[in-house]
């Protein structure tokens, strides 16, 4: 049988990582400022984490939601902690566009609108409410499409403003730091006058953080930037369970939940749980927020010093790179010669850095030096 071939292949094939190492078949070895597309957020097999989950297997790997899940407590209660962000409820899924959809759906719920706003190079998902408010034609199937989506322009509240006024506006989704789109991060004037604009219209305020979120930024989330921001929504996933599947979405305290309003079969499962704590755990006991703040000063630091860079975006270790020439060809040098893995962006200048929140300054530095050298 064949693989349904949707993927243009970097020609690595990994078999052991650590930390942000990954050996090939051969036993090169590569790093990794990819972070398997911003999802391995403590690190490759991280010790802790990884006895977390075998221990759990050992035990129980999955129960439905039909029973308690003691796990699912404790996960809410460190996701609390750690994003103080105490009053919110969680509901467990599997994906980022999953959760999404789900927030998508209580918006909907809550105020019994359908219509939804979203901005100009946003990337939420490829499932049927999320792909639609996602700003690339390509992925959207004609069965995906509707009349009541409005993709907006990036910053844009006049343009919000006039299309509430229109109505049947259930919510807003942005991201806290566009990832796919090139590293765009919101004002925080923009995102404070879209609370504003969401509380004086009745319509729900949605942050996706699926890429942003669980420390990446040197925050828990990247809207904790702006200070006093309170999203109705907040969605979560990559580096939630550190290439675990599982996703979730915070609920602010005003919207109810009751019985069957939302389900998964996966959602919640023991196992998840297991790995988002590990997570979890890792992210607090070795204070991976602060060190993400600190690797990207010096990250944005050393990138500065590179001629051939004409602009560099974001916070903490998300970080995009526009080059003076296409990225395409950097990236795959960086790859072959250097054996370094980044990410592209929508840009085709551009270069996404999304490595692991345990990067060490040595290892940025060996970057530098080969970005340098291949732009000189
Ligand atoms: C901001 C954002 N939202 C949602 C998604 C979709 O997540 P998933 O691929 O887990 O469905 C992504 C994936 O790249 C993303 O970057």
Not at 58 to 71: C, E, G, M, R, T
């Amino acid at each position: 049988m064949n693989l349904f071939d949707v993927y243009p292949l970097i020609d690595v094939t990994p078999v052991r990582a650590a930390g942000a190492t990954i050996w090939d078949e051969q036993g090169n070895t590569y790093l990794d400022l990819y972070g398997g597309h911003a999802v391995i957020s403590i690190g490759h097999s991280n010790p802790h984490f990884n006895k977390r989950i075998k221990d759990q297997l050992d035990h129980l790997a999955f129960y439905s939601n039909s029973v308690k899940i003691p796990l699912q407590k404790e996960l809410s209660n460190k996701l609390g902690d750690l994003s103080c962000l105490h009053d919110y409820q969680l509901f467990l899924c599997n994906s980022g566009a999953e959760a999404n959809e789900n927030a998508l759906k209580l918006a909907s719920f809550a105020t019994g609108k359908s219509g939804f706003i979203s901005f100009s190079g946003a990337f939420h998902g490829r499932t049927s409410g999320a792909v639609v408010l996602t700003d690339n034609p390509k992925i959207i199937a004609p069965s995906n499409q509707r009349e009541d989506v409005y993709i907006l322009p990036f910053g844009d509240s006049i343009a919000v403003e006039k299309q509430l006024k229109e109505g049947n506006i259930a919510g807003i989704i942005i991201e806290g730091i566009q990832g796919v789109g090139g590293i765009h991060m919101p004002s925080s004037d923009f995102l404070k006058e879209l609370e504003r604009l969401c509380k004086s219209y009745g319509v729900k305020l949605i942050l996706d953080e699926v890429q942003s979120g669980y420390g990446r930024t040197g925050r828990f989330f990247a809207h904790q930037w702006v200070d006093g921001l309170t999203p109705d929504l907040i969605t979560m996933a990559k580096g939630m369970g550190n290439g675990f599947p599982i996703g979730g979405v915070l609920i602010h305290p005003s919207i109810k939940s009751s019985y069957g309003l939302l389900g998964t079969t996966f959602g919640g499962n023991h196992l998840a749980c297991a790995a988002g704590l590990g997570v979890l755990e890792v992210i607090e006991k070795d204070k991976l927020m602060d060190h993400a703040s600190k690797m990207g000063e010096f990250l944005i630091h050393g990138l500065s010093q590179i001629p051939g860079i004409s602009d560099i975006r974001g916070k903490g270790l998300m970080i995009g790179i526009d080059l003076d020439r296409e990225a395409g060809p950097v990236r795959s040098e960086l790859v072959k010669k250097y054996r370094i893995f980044t990410g592209s962006a929508a840009g085709k200048h551009t270069i996404r850095l999304l490595p692991p929140l345990n990067i060490k300054m040595n290892e940025l530095s060996s970057f530098l030096d080969s970005l340098k050298k291949i732009l000189n």
